[in-house]
């Protein structure tokens, strides 16, 4: 039995008693008998309190929490911080503005509290990132093995699916470079788990090695991982409601999804990006140095070879094409950024 029909029963019986009472008293200036009346207006009353006790009670509650859910961390807190600091300087001015003559004394001390409260609301969001500048930052210390991890103690990093599934965050996370405690929702939790159900078969073996990588992620003892019911209320997407909830906690969420990293830095949410992060630590070559690289294919340009480093950048040899299978020393004359990553164009040395 839900709460809003609960409340449209309570508003039924209310507003279907009130309507009776107005029915007798209303009886008096017509000639309808009171009993008459009582039943009409008792009838009209309970079907008005059937229909629109909800809109004054309930859906305007829920309304104002999903707004509220929606707000950051800081923003609530300034705004609330402002609150308090309007209202007591509200107070201080009331007894001096009471004193005034009427009916200055009675309108402008309510006046005031409203002004004060909103300026102070205002004022405070607007310099809410100065004012929670002032106190100090958590200091977090390294996750050690046997260690618990304290409540509190360390950053929450937020996991997207495409993370799990991809895999490279168990070999980030043993590294030690991720500092935090990571976070999975179970909206996270039950999507990997659809795609683990897939009727799809290479959808189906994505999910199930999300799976395994999440599995020995728990066990790993370098770095916290919790599965969490936090859940985003009127939003089923799953991008929105961890944007939502990197807001809320003021928390990055680490993914290697484009659309979500674009979405996400427009609303000013930090994004850690594992394809990022594997492009920054790429080996760096210089024109003039040499790579050793195996020739797998022919370009696309006449007696082009290509090849791959370990770390997959595409190296581009020119007069490669007689060298395909063979493993050999490249000299590097040019080194590309593209969107894609690092192109590395060289020639037999």
Not at 60 to 82: C, D, I, M, N, W
Not at 111 to 133: C, E, P, T
Not at 265 to 281: D, F
């Amino acid at each position: 039995m839900s709460l809003e029909f609960i409340v449209r029963i309570i508003g039924m019986i209310v507003f279907g008693i009130s309507g009776g009472y107005f029915g007798v008293h209303f009886s008096t200036l017509t000639s309808i008998p009171p009993e008459e009346n009582a039943l009409i207006f008792s009838l009209v009353g309970a079907l008005i309190g059937l229909i629109l006790t909800p809109l004054i009670t309930t859906r305007p509650l829920k309304t104002f929490r999903s707004v509220l859910s929606q707000l950051e961390t800081k923003t609530l807190g300034a705004g609330l911080l402002g609150l308090t600091v309007g209202l007591v300087i509200a107070a201080l001015l009331a007894f001096p503005l009471s004193l005034l003559p009427s009916p200055f004394g009675e309108i402008l001390p309510f006046i005031g509290a409203l002004l004060a409260s909103y300026f102070g609301v205002a004022i405070f969001i607007m310099r809410k990132n100065d004012i929670f500048s002032i106190f100090p930052a958590p200091v977090f210390k390294p996750f050690k093995e046997g260690d618990k991890p304290r409540e509190g103690s360390q950053r929450t990093i937020l996991i997207d699916t495409s993370v799990i599934i991809d895999g490279r965050i168990n070999d980030i996370a043993q590294t030690g470079f991720l500092i935090g405690e990571l976070l999975i929702p179970r909206f996270v939790l039950d999507e990997l788990q659809h795609i683990a159900d897939s009727s799809d078969g290479l959808r189906r073996q994505r999910g199930r090695r999300g799976m395994e990588i999440l599995s020995k992620l728990q066990e790993s003892q370098k770095i916290p991982v919790r599965i969490s019911d936090i859940d985003v209320e009127d939003t089923h997407e799953v991008d929105s409601k961890l944007i939502i909830l990197a807001r809320q906690l003021n928390c990055p969420i680490l993914t290697n999804d484009y659309n979500l990293n674009r979405v996400a830095e427009l609303q000013g949410v930090s994004i850690l990006n594992i394809n990022e992060l594997a492009n920054a630590v790429k080996a760096v070559l210089l024109p003039g140095e040499t790579v050793e690289v195996k020739i797998i294919q022919e370009g696309k340009e006449r007696n082009q070879g290509v090849g791959y480093l370990s770390d997959g950048t595409m190296v581009v040899v020119e007069n490669g094409q007689q060298y395909i299978n063979q493993d050999i020393v490249a000299l590097v004359t040019k080194v590309l950024q593209t969107a894609a990553g690092r192109m590395i164009f060289a020639r037999p040395e």
